[in-house]
């Protein structure tokens, strides 16, 4: 059982950076895929990152690879996405998500969400 909750979205202009957070208030990260996916106005929900936990192997989407990291930290049990040169057409709900299987695109392999943290880049 994980209750996710995130953290860190606000407004940035395009070219800016933020990092989001994810922290656990039930449960722990350590036998889980983690991941985040974001959701702009009338758009499916996307697959942006990845990690696994316990060896830290990551994964991206392809339009976010070079500009976006996704890290751990263990000791506070809490999974991070570092997002540079931010465009506009990021605009978009982020939600952190856990999965117990491989590290995977499909929202539908991710049992666990967070209530989403808005990021808004403006032009």
């Known amino acids: 059982q994980l209750q996710l909750v995130e953290s860190g979205g606000g407004l940035v202009q395009a070219g800016g950076s933020l990092r989001l957070s994810c922290g656990a208030s039930?449960?722990?990260?350590?036998?889980?895929?983690m991941g985040w996916f974001r959701q702009a106005p009338g758009k499916e929900r996307e697959f942006v990152a990845g990690?696994?936990?316990?060896?830290?192997?990551?994964a991206y989407a392809d339009s976010v690879k070079g500009r976006f990291t996704i890290s751990r930290d263990n000791a506070k049990n809490t999974v991070y996405l570092q997002m540079n040169s931010l465009e506009p057409e990021e605009t978009a709900v982020y939600y952190c998500?856990?999965?117990?299987?491989?590290?995977?695109?499909?929202?539908?392999?991710?049992?666990?969400w967070g209530q989403g943290t808005q990021v808004t880049v403006s032009s």
């Open positions: 990690i696994r936990w316990r060896d830290g192997r990551t």
């Open positions: 998500a856990a999965s117990s299987r491989l590290i995977s695109r499909l929202k539908s392999d991710y049992r666990y």
């Open positions: 039930v449960g722990t990260f350590s036998s889980y895929v």
